[in-house]
């Protein structure tokens, strides 16, 4: 959830989670510290996966993991989630709307009876229920009614977010940890209410004032449109490139571009000729995001109550731009751009225990800075051989840092030690089958199957690999039980889109399949390359049911999007011979062997001849 606020003025109230009830009770953990009468209220130990900043709690005595959200103004629980962990819904008050990047979304309400935070239980705590998958195995977020309990402490390289409380500060240079000689930065930062969460100040773009919001949600800082063109910034200008879809609370994805800039300025701390990701988002009343990459290289305390901002840099790449792979697919491969200003990855403080290593492991994998990640996760295993996670984290930092049979090894060890690993399974079948090794991909896919439940998010990649691995009724199986648990999620038109794909393949539902790519149209962007692919499965759909005009029209605009679309020059060259235009039709069926050699045997494999 990235950038979400309160829409209709509503205040939430009553039987919400009480921030002075949970503020009591987690004072009575704190550790004093003597730095200006500074205390620790509560330490949440932090592990970051996919640049999610994930903590543990559990839900009703059940472990679950929340992303922590700092652009979010409440905490949430997806519906899927909800379904998972049995949790009744009732209406939110005043029919409660949230948006944010990717649009809107309702929202009901849920109680968990007991919530579990930093090991203290709370009775009865409300949950707002909506919006899609956060990823990285999230159940939901935690929002500002948890963190504006207190200033917070956001070290993310270091494993850990501290709520924490100050008297007689005001004065004060809280960022107590560079000592009293070390560089910081210090912002101004606006006071915040209820209804105005967001922890938003000033930072400069080429010269021009602009508005920026601390949001953990957000897995990269980005830079509004509307922001980008106020300070000189064109995304068809020289060097801007672009960079795929980002998606958030709503259904809807929007389009990102990764630009240069001649200047990036924050407090004391001053960017030249960098690049910034730029997206044509509404954030509200701020211009721009800064995501969790800038909180992975930097050290930050909000003082809430002094409305004051303090940071020190880590080191490393400042901003993550990383382009999505269907952007690299539209536009062919080109070098990322990287922060010529960046140095190498610092080396953080030694950490205490398995724990702490691991937390650090992870922080270096979202930054893709595997060999140091690795280094980590080994001594997290050699210190703690029973826990399963460790191996699993280094198996998943072996696999970004290609090396595929150091990733088996640990995925063996963590299903060893647990063999229901749902993760696990699922990552072992993904290399068994890039390997080529599909009956140990299949096995491992039908044990996750029956361990993982029926709402859970891994199963939209566990269609992924049975339909490449050609078992077409298991991916279906997958999608409709992903589907039915997932509505409200960003995913939806791609998974909708598949579902319409694998039904066509098979030559089954084919009715249904034509809904399913009709239904996924709605929901993308019809003139984005990447939205080829549904054109081309309703094609195919259309061809199958002997609507051949129109199945000719799908990849026609198929191919106006991509031009060498195989499937869709051999498809319409299907087309063309069955309505009689023969030279058309063979013209087709060369252009798409052209391409593809393969194709033909592809089409007869699924009982589709010309």
Same mark, same amino acid.
């Given at each position: 959830?990235?950038?979400?606020?309160l829409?209709h003025g509503?205040?939430?109230?009553?039987?919400w989670m009480?921030?002075?009830?949970?503020?009591?009770?987690?004072c009575l953990s704190?550790?004093a510290?003597s730095?200006c009468?500074?205390?620790?209220i509560a330490?949440?130990?932090v592990?970051m996966?996919?640049m999610?900043?994930?903590?543990n709690?559990?839900?009703n005595?059940q472990?679950a993991?929340?992303a922590?959200d700092?652009?979010?103004?409440y905490?949430?629980?997806t519906?899927?989630?909800?379904?998972?962990?049995?949790?009744k819904?009732?209406?939110?008050?005043?029919?409660?709307r949230?948006?944010?990047?990717?649009?809107?979304?309702s929202?009901a309400?849920?109680t968990?009876?007991v919530?579990?935070?930093?090991g203290?239980?709370f009775?009865?705590?409300e949950?707002?229920v909506?919006?899609g998958e956060?990823?990285?195995?999230s159940?939901?977020?935690l929002g500002?009614n948890?963190l504006?309990l207190?200033d917070?402490?956001?070290d993310?390289a270091?494993?850990?977010?501290?709520?924490?409380?100050e008297e007689d500060?005001?004065?004060?240079n809280l960022?107590?940890?560079a000592?009293?000689?070390?560089?910081f930065?210090?912002?101004?930062?606006?006071?915040?209410?209820?209804l105005?969460?967001?922890?938003?100040g000033?930072?400069?773009?080429?010269?021009?004032?602009?508005?920026v919001?601390?949001?953990?949600g957000?897995d990269?800082?980005f830079?509004?449109?509307?922001?980008?063109?106020?300070?000189?910034?064109s995304?068809d200008?020289?060097g801007?490139r672009?960079?795929?879809?980002?998606r958030?609370?709503?259904?809807?994805?929007?389009?990102t571009?990764i630009v240069?800039?001649?200047?990036?300025?924050?407090?004391?701390?001053?960017?030249?000729?960098?690049h910034l990701r730029?997206?044509?988002?509404?954030?509200?009343?701020?211009?721009?995001l800064i995501?969790?990459?800038?909180f992975?290289?930097?050290h930050?305390?909000?003082?809430?109550?002094?409305?004051k901002?303090?940071?020190?840099?880590?080191?490393?790449?400042?901003?993550?731009?990383t382009?999505?792979?269907?952007?690299v697919?539209?536009e062919?491969?080109?070098a990322?751009?990287?922060?010529?200003?960046?140095p190498?990855?610092?080396?953080?403080?030694?950490?205490?225990?398995?724990?702490?290593f691991?937390r650090r492991g992870?922080?270096?994998a979202? +930054?893709r800075e595997? !060999?140091? =990640?690795?280094? /980590?996760?080994d001594r #997290?295993c050699?210190? &703690?051989p029973?826990?399963?996670?460790y191996?699993y984290e280094?198996g998943?930092?072996?696999a970004?840092?290609?090396?595929p049979?150091a990733?088996?090894?640990?995925?063996d060890?963590?299903?060893?030690?647990k063999?229901?690993?749902v993760p696990?399974?699922?990552?072992r079948?993904e290399?068994?089958f890039r390997g080529?090794?599909?009956p140990?991909a299949?096995?491992?896919?039908d044990a996750?199957d029956r361990a993982a439940?029926?709402?859970?998010?891994a199963?939209?990649?566990?269609?992924?690999?049975?339909a490449?691995a050609? +078992?077409?009724p298991? !991916?279906? =199986?997958q999608l /409709?039980?992903?589907? #039915?648990a997932?509505? &409200?999620?960003a995913?939806?038109?791609?998974?909708?889109g598949e579902?319409?794909?694998?039904?066509?393949?098979?030559?089954?539902?084919l009715?249904?399949?034509?809904?399913?790519?009709?239904d996924?149209?709605?929901?993308?962007d019809?003139?984005?390359?990447?939205s080829s692919?549904f054109?081309?499965?309703r094609?195919l759909?259309r061809?199958?049911?002997g609507?051949?005009?129109k199945?000719?029209?799908?990849?026609?605009?198929?191919?106006?999007?991509?031009?060498?679309e195989a499937?869709?020059l051999?498809?319409?060259?299907?087309?063309?011979l069955?309505?009689g235009?023969?030279? /058309?039709g063979?013209a087709?069926?060369?252009? &798409?062997q052209?391409?593809?050699?393969g194709?033909?045997?592809?089409?007869?494999k699924?009982?589709?001849?010309?």
């Open positions: 959830m990235e950038g979400s606020r829409k509503a205040s939430v109230r009553h039987r009480s921030g002075v009830a949970i503020l009591a009770a987690l704190g550790n510290m730095a009468k500074l205390s620790k330490e949440l130990p592990t996966v996919d999610k900043a994930m903590v709690a559990e839900i005595g472990a993991t929340f922590v700092s652009g979010a103004f905490s949430v629980i519906p899927a989630s909800a379904a998972e962990f049995k949790l819904t009732h209406s939110a008050p005043f029919q409660l949230v948006s944010g990047v990717g649009g809107e979304a929202m309400a849920a968990v009876r919530f579990t935070l930093a203290i239980p009775p009865d705590v949950f707002l909506g919006g956060v990823g990285g195995g159940v939901g977020v500002q948890v504006r207190g917070v402490e956001y993310l270091h494993g850990v977010i501290r709520l924490m409380r500060c005001r004065k004060a960022a107590y940890w000592g009293a000689s070390a560089a930065s210090m912002i101004d930062i606006q006071s915040t209410t209820p105005e969460s967001l922890t938003i000033t930072a400069f773009l080429n010269g021009a004032r602009i508005r919001a601390f949001d953990t957000a990269a800082s830079l509004s449109l509307r922001a980008a063109k106020r300070a000189g910034i995304v200008g020289p801007a672009y960079a795929g879809t980002s958030g609370i709503g259904r809807a994805t929007v389009k571009w240069p800039v001649a200047e990036f300025k924050l407090g004391d701390e001053e960017i030249r000729n960098t730029v997206g044509d988002y509404d954030l509200g009343s701020a211009d721009m995501g969790a990459d800038f992975l290289s930097h930050l305390y909000v003082a809430g109550k002094n409305a901002l303090f940071f020190t840099y880590n080191g490393g790449p400042v901003f993550n731009l382009v999505s792979p269907a952007a697919a539209a062919g491969p080109a990322e751009p990287r922060d010529p200003t960046a190498a990855p610092p080396v953080a403080g030694e950490p205490k225990d398995a724990a702490e691991s992870a922080a270096f979202a +930054r595997f !060999a140091a =990640a690795i280094a /980590d996760f #997290a050699e210190l &703690a029973d826990q399963p996670d191996f280094r998943i930092a072996h970004g840092n290609n090396q049979v990733a088996l090894s640990d995925f060890q963590t299903l060893k030690l063999p229901d690993h696990a399974r699922v990552a079948a290399i068994h080529g090794d599909s140990h299949l096995e491992d896919l996750a439940s029926k709402e859970a998010d199963r939209l990649q566990m269609s992924a690999i049975y490449h050609d +078992r077409l298991e !991916a279906i =199986a /409709d039980l992903w589907v #039915a997932h509505k &409200a999620d995913r939806l038109g791609s998974a909708l579902r319409c794909w694998v039904r066509t393949l098979a030559g089954v539902e009715p249904q399949a034509l809904g399913d790519c009709n996924a149209l709605n929901l993308v019809k003139k984005a390359a990447d692919r054109f081309v499965s094609g759909v061809l199958r049911l609507d051949y005009q199945s000719v029209d799908d990849f026609g605009t198929a191919l106006a999007l991509r031009p060498k499937w869709a051999y498809g319409r060259g299907v087309d063309e069955r309505l235009r023969n030279a /058309d063979e087709d069926l060369k252009s &798409a052209d391409v593809w050699p194709i033909a045997a592809a089409f007869e699924h009982g589709i001849h010309p």
